[in-house]
Nanobody
Framework: VQLQAFGGGLVQPGGSLRLSCAASGSISRINSMGWYRQAPGNERELVAL???????NYANSLKGRFTISRDNAKNTVYLQMNSLKPEDTAVYYCRMVEGGRNYWGKGTQVTVSS
């Protein structure tokens, strides 16, 4: 099983980015997919998760600016990030729990800077 993330890059403060993460390989039952991020010197933290049933869990500080969505047919999860701030700069990691196993993608860099 592999997770491949796309969509990171450099954006100005106030801008938007959309990340996507596609899971491939021998996938039987996805329990949840979502996003974490890690800024330099910080621990990895939750951004947003979506369960197979569509329930969501967001970091409180990001509610209203970030939106997670999934395309179950494509085993893909998306993260729409709006009103980006310099403090959103981090490596964003995709995570999937499938069949009781935990998988992580390699991460995609998001830099918010003028």
């Amino acid at each position: 099983v592999q997770l491949q993330a796309f969509g990171g890059g450099l954006v100005q403060p106030g801008g938007s980015l959309r990340l996507s993460c596609a899971a491939s390989g021998s996938i039987s039952r996805i329990n949840s997919m979502g996003w974490y991020r890690q800024a330099p010197g910080n621990e990895r933290e939750l951004v947003a998760l979506m369960s197979n049933g569509g329930g969501t869990n967001y970091a409180n500080s990001l509610k209203g600016r970030f939106t997670i969505s999934r395309d179950n047919a494509k085993n893909t999860v998306y993260l729409q990030m709006n009103s980006l701030k310099p403090e959103d700069t981090a490596v964003y990691y995709c995570r999937m729990v499938e069949g009781g196993r935990n998988y992580w993608g390699k991460g995609t860099q998001v830099t918010v800077s003028s």
